[in-house]
């Protein structure tokens, strides 16, 4: 299998080309040449795996033998063996029509892990197999930075760098990320917002000699190893309720801010996993709700939410569903972008749309409704969302249907975002590993949100 561009002027790359891209050369995002088909006996057969024996195989599908599966199994392990829950990624009945999949198990408490931790060993191997300089390049709005951080801190052969939006992100997770003590990690924290963090790296990453000459490298769901390490848990989660005799589809539910979890499930269900509904959830930030519900791609204005890691107006994996919904035409898709960056909106009509509006179900989550969820569910099953989470508990509870069973993706631990909780007059107490982080010395610098002022010091710090 190889990879190309979603605007069609990249020639194929292998695997391990195709991670190190990041973003594709002519600006694009790098998509697989063709899509597994899985059979029903494949299907049954993963149902018995090891959530490490099956991202395994999953990998082993995407990756061409470019890593000889020894070494490939090692490096999944490695990944996984940071998890505090034995399933890795565990599945909670809530009632018969909603269980939730916790995806926070991992070192930060939030779902990003799964990727990074892989991600982060995967250029380990690499700068050694190479002997390449790894310099990591990367914009948040909170989990992504500290998960990235903690994936390669200290990591001989590689260099991280993390932009976050200065004040706009939640306590712990600024913590998390600015009191990691290792001198390969430096933070910037950007006056602005995550839309201009991610726009500046966008346009260095743009900037192929510039790319070229520093050796920057991605780790931003634009990166093709996020969402393929992001299908796994699709395929897990399903298993486990078809251990319990679930038959049939099931509906999934994604907060969603830059598309490329809910991208995962599509994939997934591209790939055979019978899903139902994929419900895409977003906050009041709700581009991406508008899009399904009318076909227009839009970008409004910002909102702040109690759901910062979904504050996103430009979400960067959407050119990868264009793609699909224009059936690979490369050239239809470069020009549904060129429209995007000229007039700032895509409008998707006719048969097209109606295809939009099969792949998804989206409703946008209002901030009373968003503590509503952490409230209600709190009081009635004695469950604790967290405020993405629950923004995809709403959606459920919006548009699943009578007798859908739906799976909510749970993306976060409720203490990396106490700041909703205690709107709700609820006191949670933080796991340990969150608690010490209040007295460690913090370490980042502050920089204007123009491209100068962060290349700079990128300049002095690789
Ligand atoms: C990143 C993040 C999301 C959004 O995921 P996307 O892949 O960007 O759509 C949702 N919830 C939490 C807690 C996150 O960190």
């Known amino acids: 299998m190889k990879y190309i561009s979603t605007r069609g002027q990249v020639a194929p ?3 391990i080309d195709a991670i190190l891209m990041g973003l594709a050369d002519d600006g694009g995002l790098l998509v697989p040449t063709e899509l597994p088909k899985l059979s029903a006996e494949t299907l049954a057969a993963w149902q018995k ?6 991202a395994l195989e999953l990998f082993t599908l995407f ?8 070494e490939l199994k090692q490096l999944v392990d490695a990944s996984y063996a940071t998890f505090r829950d034995a399933h890795v990624t565990p599945v909670r009945r809530i009632h018969d029509g909603l269980h939730v999949l916790e995806l926070f198990h991992g070192p930060t408490f939030a779902f990003k892990d799964i990727a990074l931790q892989f991600l ?5 191997y690499i700068a050694k197999q190479r002997d390449a300089t790894i310099h990591i390049l990367g914009a948040t709005s909170g989990d992504t930075g500290a998960s990235a951080i903690e994936g390669v801190r200290g990591k001989e052969g590689i260099r991280i760098c993390i932009l976050h939006p200065h004040g706009k992100v939640s306590r712990v997770q600024e913590l998390q990320m600015t009191t990691i003590a290792d001198d390969n990690v430096l933070n910037l924290a950007v006056e602005g917002t995550f839309d201009d963090c991610q726009r500046i790296i966008k346009e260095l990453f743009a900037d192929v000699e510039f790319k070229h000459q520093y050796h920057l490298r991605a780790i931003n769901s634009i990166n093709i190893a996020r969402i393929l390490a992001q299908t796994v848990y699709y395929f897990y989660a399903y298993f486990r309720l078809a251990d319990e005799g679930q038959a049939g589809a099931v509906n999934f539910s994604v907060p969603t801010g830059n598309f490329g979890d809910i991208f995962a499930g599509y994939l997934a269900k591209q790939m055979g996993l019978p899903v139902g509904k994929l419900i895409l959830a977003t906050n009041e930030n709700n581009i991406l709700e508008r899009f399904v519900r009318e076909g227009v791609y839009q970008p409004g204005e910002f909102r702040g939410t109690y759901s910062p890691s979904m504050d996103i107006q430009v979400a960067s994996n959407f050119e990868r569903y264009l793609y699909y919904l224009c059936g690979g035409d490369a050239a239809a898709v470069a020009s549904y972008m060129n429209a995007f960056k000229q007039e700032g909106r ?4 006719g048969e097209k749309l109606a295809q939009v509006q099969a ?9 009373d409704e968003c503590l509503d969820a952490i409230g209600g569910y709190y009081d009635q099953y ?6 993405h989470t629950a923004c995809g508990v709403a959606a459920t509870d919006a548009v699943a249907g009578e007798g859908e069973v739906t799976i909510a993706l749970s993306t976060a631990h409720p203490a990396k975002f106490n700041e909703a909780i205690e709107l709700r007059g609820i006191t949670q107490s933080y796991p340990e590993q969150i608690q010490a982080l209040f007295d460690k010395p913090q370490s980042q610098t502050v920089v ?4 100068d002022a962060v290349k700079s010091e990128l300049l002095k710090f690789f």
């Open 346 to 349: 895509i409008v998707i009509e």
């Open 382 to 387: 004695g469950y604790l969302l967290d405020p």
């Open 13 to 15: 790359i292998g695997f």
């Open 120 to 124: 982060g060993n995967l250029y380990g």
């Open 359 to 367: 792949d998804f179900a989206a409703y946008g989550v209002r901030n």
């Open 448 to 451: 204007d949100g123009t491209n």
């Open 49 to 54: 795996l090891s959530y490490p024996e099956l």
């Open 63 to 70: 990756a061409n033998d470019e890593i000889p599966r020894g």
